[in-house]
């Protein structure tokens, strides 16, 4: 099996997280990335199999598909245990509602949010803000009584998670005021796949001199370690600035993963 993803693709990243959680094995490939030109060239797999032209791209086989939740259904299927979705049908579908509404309603906010970071008072801005808090505060009644979205830890929970990184990378975190949402988070971050593939994209972020936010902090101080966080020169307001080995910048050529 093949993933294609991208260094900061959110939706790469939902699957990546999802095959860690089943124990598949899996070949990733990461495709070029720049500030300036983002992913350029495309990868010739993802414009074959993807008429969108984006990542996340999965081959198993001759088996080839895009999108990230057929993608999950597909690893749902191939693996079935451990299962990422509840197995009542009523939950499944509650999830699956979830998993769909973190994409299509909540992480629009989000993009309407990028290219606006250095104009937070933009109207555009305040407004995209105060979509996203609404809807934090949704999810805040929705984890009332329960440990993950769906009640079991599942798909829903992964793309949430990601979605609300890119949240808070693009100035709409979630705040004290939403506790159970915060101890969600938490919960989330300490799951080895969490951590191995939110790492590394804090990894990412840092080797471009991007802003890694303050909970992932701790993600790439654990991914790294001692050895290769090399000659620390800055850390404020969740800025890093600083020279990082070679090794992390191989994302930035085509088909290199750390």
Request: aromatic share 10%.
């Amino acid at each position: 099996m093949k993933i294609i993803s991208g260094p900061l693709s959110m939706f790469g990243a939902k699957v990546e997280i999802a095959a860690h959680e089943k124990g598949i094995d899996f070949e990733l490939v990461m495709t070029p990335f720049s500030q300036l030109r983002g992913y350029e060239p495309k990868h010739p797999d993802v414009l074959r199999i993807n008429p969108k032209r984006q990542v996340p791209v999965l081959t198993d086989g001759t088996l080839e598909i895009f999108d990230s939740t057929q993608i999950f259904e597909y690893l749902e299927d191939v693996k079935p245990d451990p299962a990422l979705w509840p197995a009542h049908p009523a939950a499944r579908a509650i999830a699956r509602q979830l998993e769909h509404c973190s994409d299509e309603i909540y992480f629009p906010h989000v993009v309407r949010l990028m290219g606006l970071e250095d104009t937070p008072d933009d109207p555009a801005a305040q407004a995209a803000r105060a979509e996203a808090s609404q809807y934090y505060r949704r999810m805040e009644r929705v984890l009332a009584n329960r440990e993950f979205l769906a009640g079991t830890y599942s798909y829903a929970d992964i793309a949430f998670y990601m979605a609300q990184l890119f949240g808070a990378r693009k100035g709409a975190p979630m705040t004290a005021e939403t506790p159970n949402l915060l101890a969600w988070r938490e919960r989330m971050t300490a799951r080895p796949a969490v951590r191995k593939v939110a790492g590394a994209m804090a990894a990412y972020l840092a080797s471009i001199r991007n802003a890694v936010p303050d909970f992932l902090w701790s993600q790439l101080l654990d991914g790294l370690g001692a050895s290769t966080i090399m000659r620390l020169d800055v850390v404020k307001d969740a800025q890093l600035v600083f020279n990082l080995p070679t090794s992390l910048k191989a994302f930035d050529e085509p088909g290199k993963q750390r």
